[in-house]
C-alpha cells in the first residue's frame, strides 16, 4: 500500500520544501502509508493541522511530540515515527542520485569539451 502513495508524497514533499504549494498531498496519504487504521486517519489529520506541523518537519517528529499532540497509542507512535523515517531516508537517498547524475553529466561535459578542444588543435595543426 505504501508503495501506491510514495511517489506522490516524495513529489509533493519536494514542492513544499521547495516553498510551492503540493497539489496532492495530505496527511491522510501520509498517515495510511504509515498503516494507521482508518477511524484514526482523520483525528490524527486534524492533529496534525492544528499544531501546523509541514511536511518539511518530520525530521522533528518526536515520540514526545506526538504524545503532547494526544497520539498516545504505542503502535500508532511507532508507525508514524517509522514513516517519517522511511520519508527522510528515500528523500536522502534522492539528494543523493540527484548529486551523482549531476556530476556525471558535468565529467561527460568536460570530456566533451576537452575532445572538441583536441580535435580543433588538431585540425589547426593539419591545416598548417
Known sequence: FFFLFFPVWCSCLQLEMAG??????????????AGID????????????????????LGDLSKELLREMGIVAAGDVIAILRQAKLILEEQEKQK???????????????MESSTAASSSTAAAAAAA
Open 38 to 57: 482508518k477511524p484514526f486517519i482523520s483525528d490524527y489529520t486534524s492533529k496534525f493541522e492544528a499544531n501546523r506541523i509541514k511536511p518539511s518537519m
Open 96 to 110: 543523493q542520485q540527484q548529486a551523482s547524475a549531476k556530476r556525471e553529466l558535468e565529467e561527460k561535459r568536460q
Open 20 to 33: 510551492r504549494p503540493p497539489p496532492t498531498f495530505t496527511w491522510g496519504i501520509f498517515f495510511q502509508a
